[in-house]
């Protein structure tokens, strides 16, 4: 509960709020500008917000001081008000109106000084949204304002995507519009982004800031992942992983949730140290299958960490590396043959794979391995044929188990 505050008090505060404004607009002071610009970040309480409360009147009073500023100044004070009365929905409506003011103003300013300003109207209205939306859809309303934020950015990055020096700021605000379609589901829409920051002359990428390429690789290395492009994946994974800031250990996780799932697909395992330094020991035993050949510890793996792997979208991309436990197991029992049998170490009864099955607890019959050979085959995991008859793989004499080399299978 804040203390009393009296009206000129209150009176003061908002004044001298609005004056430090006016003065960082009129001196092109961006990172002025950008600080008093931030609101949800804020706590309940501030001295600003306290005054707010105590004086109702200040949406008047910023419109009579600044009239060129109001249409600016009077709907971000109402923003700040509610946000810190925790009515989040009415905070963004505000912050909305005070951002379309803004991007107007910078649209008219040549230079691009107040890019830092600009890039914490492209932040707040998406955090806002977000606490709107949750604060929606805890009251039975439809959460609509993620999406109407994502309209509002496309407006900036309009506005940015131009010849001139503003275009430096574009991959911020594209940055903040992969957050909001991922959160909402929407990823198809990132396309248009990207087509406009890859094709266009307007851009060259390596101008961009380190940090905003690093978000921009490792939500577009998502997208390839999705679309099971593992080696577009790869790149832009691990361009984010390289240049990413070592001490931001929780990024570096992210990128690697994704990250390892792809170097898995391309035949690339990871050290057990690496999961270990950053705390991504659910794939541990998925690495450890691939290195036996073991397919219930596969599986297992996948059901213990289901849900972890489904919320991060890599489940399918993991369930896939079947095959490639498949090749690993197969490959072991021709070394068993090779040290027994050397002569006929190439031919392998599918009775023998059917058996190892069974030992590891996986019930299947010899007409369901051979079509899991025939698609090793086919995948090129394994060279070789098939002498159907006698139910035996006949393996190649050179080379019968291709490393993927990279290549996704």
Known sequence: MAAYLSMGEAHRRIADYLS??????????????????????????????????????????????????????????RAVHSHSLGRFADAYSSFEKAANAFLQEFRNWETPWAMEAMHTVALE???????????????????????????FLMKVFGALAVKGPKRIGALYVTCQLFKIYFRLGTVHLCRSVIRSIETARNFDFEDFPVKDKVTYMYYTGRLEVFN????????????????????????????????????????????????ERHNLLEYADVVTSLKRGDLRLLR??????????????????????????????????????????????????LEIVVKALKWLEIDMDVDEVECIMACLIYKNLIKGYFAHKSKVLVLSKQDPFPKLNGKPI
């Open 300 to 349: 297992q793996a996948l059901e213990r960490h289901e849900d972890q792997f489904l919320k991060s979208g890599v489940y399918l991309v993991l369930e896939k590396l079947e095959l490639q436990v498949y090749q690993r197991l197969v490959k072991k029992i021709h070394i068993i043959q090779r040290q027994k049998e050397p002569a006929k170490a190439h031919q392998i009864k």
């Open 125 to 151: 209205i998406r955090l806002l949204a977000e606490k709107a939306d949750r604060e929606l859809a805890t009251s039975g309303k439809n959460p609509d304002k993620l999406q109407a934020a994502g309209s």
């Open 228 to 275: 099971e492009n593992f080696l577009i994946a790869d790149q832009k994974l691990t361009y984010a992983l390289m240049h990413c800031n070592p001490q931001y250990e929780s990024n570096l996780r992210r990128i690697l949730k994704f990250l390892i799932p792809v170097k898995l697909s391309i035949g690339v395992l990871p050290r057990i140290t690496l999961l």
């Open 20 to 77: 430090r404004l006016a003065d960082s607009v009129s001196s092109s002071d961006g990172a002025a500008l950008a600080s008093l610009l931030a609101v949800s970040s804020a706590p309940a309480s501030t001295p600003l917000s306290d005054a707010l409360s105590a004086f109702p009147d200040f949406p008047r009073l910023a419109t009579d001081r600044y009239p060129h500023l109001a249409d600016l100044l009077a709907p971000l004070l």
